[in-house]
Nanobody, 123 residues
Framework: QVHLVESGGGLVQAGGSLRLSCAASGRTASMYTMGWFRQAPGKEREFIAAISWSGGTYYADSVNRRFTISRDNAKNTVYLQMSSLKPEDTAVYYC?????????????????WGQGTQVTVSS
């Protein structure tokens, strides 16, 4: 199995910034894609961004140019840099893993998930 552990969530003021991290361990593939999703109360889990092994990125329209996904393959870690945060960004944020090199924005493509980290943006 692949284990994913998110960190970096917390309480921030509107307009602020936050960086989430997700460390992967276990039986990871030689090359894999990582994604970030979020789930707000009363809503379905929503795709945010994905990044390929080589660094190619794919963003949801709702967060493009505010959020930046990156990864450090040597550390098996993916990051989500969030800026200009809004109260509507409040959610539990999850990282997810899929084998292979093709980015995907649907949760069905991802095989393993982290436990989630809470991000709360106050007004």
């Amino acid at each position: 199995q692949v284990h994913l552990v998110e960190s970096g969530g917390g309480l921030v003021q509107a307009g602020g910034s936050l960086r989430l991290s997700c460390a992967a361990s276990g039986r990871t593939a030689s090359m894999y894609t990582m994604g970030w999703f979020r789930q707000a109360p009363g809503k379905e889990r929503e795709f945010i961004a994905a990044i390929s092994w080589s660094g190619g990125t794919y963003y949801a329209d709702s967060v493009n140019r505010r959020f930046t996904i990156s990864r450090d393959n040597a550390k098996n870690t993916v990051y989500l840099q969030m800026s200009s945060l809004k109260p509507e960004d409040t959610a539990v944020y999850y990282c997810a893993y899929k084998p292979g090199t093709v980015v995907a924005g649907t949760e069905e493509e991802y095989a393993y998930w982290g436990q989630g980290t809470q991000v709360t943006v106050s007004s």
